[in-house]
Structure formats: C-alpha cells, structure tokens
T-cell receptor, first 112, second 114 residues
Framework: GDSVTQMEGPVTLSEEAFLTINCTYTATGYPSLFWYVQYPGEGLQLLLKATKADDKGSNKGFEATYRKETTSFHLEKGSVQVSDSAVYFCALTPLGYNKLIFGAGTRLAVHP | DSGVTQTPKHLITATGQRVTLRCSPRSGDLSVYWYQQSLDQGLQFLIQYYNGEERAKGNILERFSAQQFPDLHSELNLSSLELGDSALYFC?????????????FGPGTRLTVL
C-alpha cells in the first residue's frame, strides 16, 4: 500500500544551521505531496505542498521538490531559527483518494 | 487560526463510556476528515465526508461512527471506550474532494480514557 518514510529524529541544530529532513514515499501513480508542521500543543499547519512531478513547494524559507525518479520530497531550509522548533510531517494523498497518509514525524529542536 | 473549530478541547472519561466530538469546517469547505494521533500509531486517517455523504474510510473501528450534517458540521462518535482509544483526534476540512486540495486542521480534541 501507499506509505511515507521520513528520517527519524530528533534533529538538533544550532540557530542559522542548514536543515534537511528526508522523506521518501511509495505510491502508485502521481500522489500529491505535503509537509505539515505541528508546534507544541497545537494542530497541524500546512507548510508547503507539490501536486506534480518537479514542482517545488516553498513557504517561510522552507522548500521541497517533488522528485518522481527518486520518489522523494525532502524538506530544506537554509538557516533555521529557534522558532522553527516543532514536529514536521511528510504526507501524501494518493491519486483518486483524499486521505492523508503521514510519515512518523521528525522532531526538530533548534538551539540559540 | 485555520478556521476549523473542534469541541471540546479536552475530554476525560471512563472505559465503556460513549463520547461525541464535534467539528465545524472552514466556511465553504465541503469535505471533512477525521484523524487520530497516538504515540504508538502516529497520525491515522479515520473517515472522510463530502457534502453529507461518506466518501472514504480508513482504519476506523466499528465502535466509532461519524456523520456530516446539512450545515456541514461533523460529529465523531466513539463508544464502548477502551484505554487504547486515548489519543488526540483531529478534524480537517478542504474545499472539495480532490487529492490536490489542502486539508486545514483544527486544534484537536484530546481524549483521555481512564
């Protein structure tokens, strides 16, 4: 079945460091891909999305490119801030269905 | 603020009881989704309604049921509760029924079964 695998955390970085969180997926056809972020005690917020191959989603300095050939959607940010500390979820919606299938989540902690 | 509201925020109850969680979608959104977040199973899709009709079902137990009303709000009913049902339950909404749609999440209802 369709699934999402993302790197295990926690990821601990110093402020202004470069961030990469790896995400790969298994799906038939062309799913839509998403990154959601969950701040402590809150619900999930959409960070960015891409709906077709080679699309790049971007928001608040975060970027991810839909790579069909490697079935990946890695999240990157050039310079993280303490306020970026949260849990990041990679997810997909399979073609023909709207249910979000989530990865396990990656906790990011950024220290000053 | 996503525009999706959920009540109550917290719910504490005993095993064997029944509870109802309520969700109001963003204005104009026709689809409502329910998800369960637990430490052992992560985020799991439960069920989707679109404009009042059930559209897709995920790993939803038979003890759980949901519906979407004519005003598009939705309720998730959980009965014969067990300790393992303790989790955070999220509602999300989207404009239509397309896999490219963004789903907007509510703040969640934290259910504790004692």
């Amino acid at each position: 079945g369709d699934s999402v695998t993302q790197m295990e955390g926690p990821v601990t970085l110093s402020e202004e460091a470069f961030l990469t969180i790896n995400c790969t997926y298994t799906a038939t056809g062309y799913p839509s891909l998403f990154w959601y972020v969950q701040y402590p005690g809150e619900g999930l917020q959409l960070l960015l999305k891409a709906t077709k191959a080679d699309d790049k989603g971007s928001n608040k300095g975060f970027e991810a490119t839909y790579r069909k050939e490697t079935t990946s959607f890695h999240l990157e940010k050039g310079s993280v801030q303490v306020s970026d500390s949260a849990v990041y979820f990679c997810a997909l919606t399979p073609l023909g269905y709207n249910k979000l299938i989530f990865g396990a989540g990656t906790r990011l902690a950024v220290h000053p | 603020d996503s525009g999706v509201t959920q009540t109550p925020k917290h719910l504490i109850t005993a095993t064997g009881q029944r509870v109802t969680l309520r969700c109001s979608p963003r204005s104009g959104d026709l689809s409502v989704y329910w998800y369960q977040q637990s430490l052992d199973q992560g985020l799991q899709f439960l069920i989707q309604y679109y404009n009042g009709e059930e559209r897709a079902k995920g790993n939803i137990l038979e003890r759980f049921s949901a519906q979407q009303f004519p005003d598009l709000h939705s309720e998730l009913n959980l009965s014969s509760l067990e300790l393992g049902d303790s989790a955070l339950y999220f509602c999300a909404s989207s404009p239509f029924d397309r896999n490219t749609d963004t789903q907007y999440f509510g703040p969640g209802t934290r259910l504790t079964v004692l």
